[in-house]
């Protein structure tokens, strides 16, 4: 992608104008709903996670609207986040909260980078992302949902970071190397 400036249409702003009030206004109807008791749970419960799922929706349709990578990134990470407050309050049934559930926001930029990679074409950059947040959130998991001790998963993930760092290290310096060399 090239780092020019956009102008959007009036097409395109009129667009995103209208899918961001639409989305509010199907916001505030689940919300009274939700205050009226239509629901079985009331709209204490239902107010972080739909105001979230709703903000990341905007971004997410004003970024495939715009053809705005940077949009729909931050829209893919604030429905990850979502995710938490959506099912943190089933811990009175299954017994799931965010004492479980936090690695997802560990896992947010692995989410969000793999939406748009596929998008941008940049699977390399993304790549490396994914791999770092994703591989950070597993060691968090370890622990709050296998109950594994951070005596034994904070050695391991140091290690293992390690690991990537050298990797990602010789691979940048091979890569440079080679096309310094095709330069010539």
Same mark, same amino acid.
């Given at each position: 992608?090239?780092?020019?400036?956009?102008?959007?249409?009036?097409?395109?702003?009129?667009?995103?104008?209208?899918?961001?009030?639409?989305?509010?206004?199907?916001?505030?109807?689940?919300?009274?709903?939700?205050? *009226? !008791?239509? =629901?079985?749970?009331?709209?204490? #419960?239902?107010? /972080?996670? %739909?105001? @979230?799922?709703?903000?990341?929706? +905007?971004?997410?349709?004003?970024?495939?609207?715009?053809?705005?990578?940077?949009?729909?990134? *931050? !829209?893919? =990470?604030?429905?990850?986040?979502? #995710?938490?407050? /959506?099912? %943190?309050? @089933?811990?009175?049934?299954?017994? +799931?909260?965010?004492?479980?559930?936090?690695?997802?926001?560990?896992?947010?930029?692995?989410?969000?980078?793999?939406?748009?990679?596929?998008?941008?074409?940049?699977?390399?950059?993304?790549?490396?992302?994914?791999?770092?947040?994703?591989?950070?959130?597993?060691?968090?998991?370890?622990?709050?949902?296998?109950?594994?001790?951070?005596?034994?998963?904070?050695?391991?993930?140091?290690?293992?970071?390690?690991?990537?760092?050298?990797?990602?290290?010789?691979?940048?310096?091979?890569?440079?190397?080679?096309?310094?060399?095709?330069?010539?």
């Amino acid at each position: 992608m090239e780092n020019e400036d956009v102008i959007l249409s009036s097409g395109q702003k009129l667009a995103c104008s209208i899918s961001a009030g639409i989305l509010l206004i199907l916001l505030g109807i689940f919300l009274l709903l939700s205050g *009226l !008791g239509v =629901f079985p749970f009331g709209i204490m #419960l239902a107010i /972080i996670p %739909a105001t @979230l799922v709703t903000i990341g929706l +905007i971004f997410v349709v004003a970024g495939f609207i715009q053809d705005n990578v940077v949009a729909l990134w *931050l !829209g893919s =990470f604030v429905l990850a986040t979502s #995710l938490v407050s /959506i099912f %943190a309050p @089933l811990s009175a049934t299954v017994r +799931i909260g965010y004492a479980r559930l936090y690695p997802l926001y560990l896992a947010a930029p692995a989410i969000a980078s793999l939406v748009t990679m596929f998008y941008s074409r940049e699977f390399k950059d993304h790549l490396k992302a994914i791999i770092f947040f994703l591989a950070l959130s597993g060691f968090f998991f370890l622990n709050s949902v296998f109950g594994i001790s951070w005596v034994i998963v904070l050695p391991i993930m140091l290690a293992a970071f390690g690991i990537f760092i050298v990797v990602v290290a010789i691979v940048l310096r091979n890569s440079i190397k080679g096309s310094i060399q095709n330069d010539v």
